[in-house]
């Protein structure tokens, strides 16, 4: 019996989506079955190309033909993505996504998780943007290593945009290339919201999968009309394993879910959850608490995104500027790259829930 293309979709439907729990071909991700005889070919199209799961559900899908259809099959699958997106929007109509990272506490880690979140997400195939929207301290252009760079001016319609510096992958802008570092910078909230609502309109971003948002720390009145001011996908709250961190961080998810400013929280990211020497790579200190971030998400009932280790080669990777995720296959490096892809899995189920997950080819 010829194998035919009905048979392959059908077997198919046998194949889950483990996040969005539905069956990828009810998911609209199969495309371009071709049957040759024996040899099948097909294409699924991910919500995410940062997903984690990929291979997994390429190998499923191998196993549902040769199970369902034939064993003789030689099935080739080519795994692509096309990031979900509730935006389509006329503001910055090729973002798709939009990601806050922010804490209650400053000197939590902020920023290096956005940097590296970001340069993960770009090392798995994304096309990431990164805006360092804290005024107070901007450190972007530093850990990139692009501090004495300065966005070029392009005219786009009539308008003047800043063409974002692009370090490791990542499109980046920060209020570090526009103000001199010894000043301290001291403006009010207005200016401050223009200024975040400036590096994100006036700015030719191109495509983008994700934009990461690194914000300034608090839950005051500047960060309440940051936030609000921006079209956010999402948030993630970073904490350290410390109460009064932890304390500052349920402050934050508490602010997001305010009826006013109502922006789903992807989850919290526990940083500096435990100290490992470099000549002790296997060990575990727990210097400022355990158990904290893990209950803290239980309680507000978000996901930890991720348990990132005090290693003091990702504060040296900040400081020369190539992020730590960069480091391969170092224990830093996996944390890092395993909270990229949770937090593409969140955005995807964000996406997903919200209904009106633009399919664009
Ligand atoms: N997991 C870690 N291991 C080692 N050093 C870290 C780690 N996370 C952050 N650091 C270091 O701690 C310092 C503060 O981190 P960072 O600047 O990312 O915090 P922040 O929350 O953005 O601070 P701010 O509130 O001032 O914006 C930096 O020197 C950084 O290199
Ligand atoms: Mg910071």
Redesign the pocket.
Known sequence: MAITKEQIIDALRNVDDPDLKKDIVTLGMVRDVEVNGNDVSFTVVLTTPACPMKDMIQRACENAVKYYVSKEATVKVTMTANTSSQRNGPVLPGVRNIIAVS?GK???????IASNLAAGLALQGAKVGLVDA?IY?P?AHIMFDVMHEQPKLINVNGRQLMVPVESYGVKILSIGFFTDVNQAVAWRGPMATKALNQLLNDADWGELDYLIVDL??GTGDIHLSLVSAVPLTGAIV?STPQNVALADAQKGIAMFRMPTVNVPVLGIVE??AWFTPAELPENKYYIFGKGGAVALAEKMGVPLLGQ?????S??EA?DVGRPAVLQQNTPQAIAFLELAGNVARQVAMVNANAGTTAVVS
């Open positions: 804490s400053g000197g939590v880690g902020k920023s290096t804290d301290g450190s300034p720390p970073v940083n500096m990132i280790p005090l290693v003091q990702i504060c900040g």
